[in-house]
């Protein structure tokens, strides 16, 4: 699990941290893991850019390259504000002889130590030339904590900001860089333990990761168990417009940990169903959690009908155009970024720009569990806890992934997962696995399905014996 605090938080830790290490002691644990990175990630043979801004944060950049310069490597210094770089680092780095340039030239690689968590979102003058050349030159870049300029409690970027490889970031992740655009500058995340973890209070929100299984070992059935014990899940999905859905719905329901998949719908549909699918049941029935919506008739019944059966609820596409007033915790609504600005009736670039209040406006609004899909899903749970998702790719972007998707929560739903953990496990695995169907290209989101169970297997089985 990566954990994300915001930057009080971290001030909050820091302040307890460095009555044990010292400031500088800090300052020197965050200098040493950037210069291995560094080492790393760039060629021995080339020169590595060095942005300092005013703060601390190039104060972890100037100590980093105090360190390179020591080991052979060649670096190149610019100063945002030669009055204002920290004191001790410029003299360690002039120390360790490394070059001073007044600007970028042809370097292929840097290392943006321009702001960090003390910044305001946006850069402006010089720093924004530099993010700029960044853009246009397209060099390799590790961003130091935080890529410079992006909102680093919420992952807004209001202007410009550095478009990073890999965020090299200290005593722990930051929501600004697993959430929004923020993510997308932040590259692949480092995260490097300074001495502040055991002062950290608990985070603003969560990632889960490939290596999460154990949490999820009561998902395995065991000798006991038969397909009622482990979950029948009910869906409602699918139209003669879109029959698609309803078969990619219940593929996604049966990649799942559900033992039975129940089908509901017109009488043609469901036939059509279990002609593909034949250990689909066909009509209502005993059910531990429905789907209600992809590709669904435009009808508040089936919505109404779900929501009276005391069981977990899905919602999902034309089923969120029915809502009521207010919901329940045990219900989980899937909108995109679209259908989130239609319920909240706000625009949908406001979303885009901001998906974490809004999800969390939603959340609390209905008293359900928002999973709002995006590039990073979020899921928030009502009382605010929020999971973000850090698997996919953007071929994701495919007609039917958010059936699949639905089906698949809805399936892990029926085994008894919360709300918060079903979407939050589906929204990782499906990004998974379409991260492994796009090693062969573009793909149907019928691939997703197919490859959901194998990625579901190597999820749970290394943390479980057998
Ligand atoms: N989290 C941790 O435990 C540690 C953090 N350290 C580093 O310290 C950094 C924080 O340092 P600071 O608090 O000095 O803050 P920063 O270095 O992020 O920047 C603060 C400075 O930038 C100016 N500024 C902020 N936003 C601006 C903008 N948009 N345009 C122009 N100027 C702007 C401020 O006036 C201030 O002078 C962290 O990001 C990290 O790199 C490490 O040194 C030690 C360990
Ligand atoms: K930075």
């Not at 030669?82 to 290392?111: M, N």
Request: charged share 20%.
């Amino acid at each position: 699990m990566l954990s994300a605090y915001r930057v009080e938080q971290i001030r909050a830790a820091e302040e307890s941290a460095a009555r044990v290490h010292g400031w500088d002691g800090l300052m020197q644990a965050a200098a040493a893991a950037l210069a291995d990175v560094v080492a790393l990630r760039v060629p021995s043979d080339a020169t590595t850019l060095v942005l300092v801004g005013p703060g601390n944060n190039g104060g972890d950049a100037l100590f980093a390259a105090a360190r390179l310069s020591d080991r052979g490597h060649r670096v190149d210094i610019a100063l945002l504000d030669h009055a204002k770089a920290h004191e001790a680092g410029l003299a360690a780095a002039r120390h360790a002889g490394a070059r001073f340039v007044e600007a970028p030239s042809d370097q292929r690689y840097v290392v943006d130590g321009l702001f960090g968590i003390g910044a305001r979102p946006g850069l402006e003058g010089r720093a924004a030339q530099w993010a700029d050349w960044v853009r246009d030159e397209r060099p390799y870049v590790i961003a130091v904590d935080t890529p410079s300029g992006i909102g680093v409690d919420d992952g807004t970027v209001p202007g410009t900001a550095v478009d990073a490889d890999v965020t090299v970031t200290f005593g722990g992740a930051k929501p600004g860089l697993l959430i929004g655009r923020g993510a997308l500058a932040s590259g692949e995340l480092v995260v490097c333990g300074v001495g502040i973890a055991e002062h950290l209070s608990d985070p603003a929100c969560e990632a889960l990761e490939l290596g999460d299984g154990a949490r999820f070992a009561h998902l395995v059935p065991g000798p006991e168990s038969h397909k009622y014990s482990r979950g029948v899940v009910g869906i409602e999905a699918g139209s003669p417009e879109y029959a698609g859905a309803a078969h990619l719905c219940v593929a996604g329901a049966q990649a799942g940990t559900a033992g039975m998949v129940r089908f509901v719908g017109q009488r043609e549909l469901c036939d059509r169903v279990v002609d593909r699918a034949p250990e689909v049941v066909a009509g209502r029935g005993h059910v531990q959690a429905w789907v209600v919506g992809p590709g669904g008739i435009d009808d508040p019944e089936p919505v109404r009908a779900a929501l009276d059966d005391d069981v977990p609820v899905l919602l999902d596409a034309t089923a969120l155009t029915h809502l009521p007033p207010r919901l329940r915790p045990d219900v989980l609504l899937t909108p995109h970024a679209g259908e989130l600005a239609r319920m909240l009736e706000v625009e949908r670039v406001e979303v885009e720009a901001d998906p974490w209040p809004h999800a969390r406006t939603a959340a609390r609004r209905w008293d359900a569990t928002v999973l709002l899909k995006g590039p990073r899903t979020l899921v928030v749970a009502p009382d605010g806890r929020t999971m973000v998702n850090t698997s996919g790719t953007s071929w994701l972007a495919t007609a039917g992934a958010g059936d699949v998707l639905a089906g698949f929560a809805g399936s892990l739903l029926s085994s008894g997962l919360d709300t918060l953990s079903a979407g939050a496990l589906a929204a990782l695995l499906h990004g998974a696995a379409a991260e492994r169907a796009a090693l062969a290209g573009p793909f149907p989101a019928h691939h997703i399905a197919e490859l959901l169970p194998s990625v579901l297997g190597d999820f749970l089985v290394p943390t479980v014996a057998r």
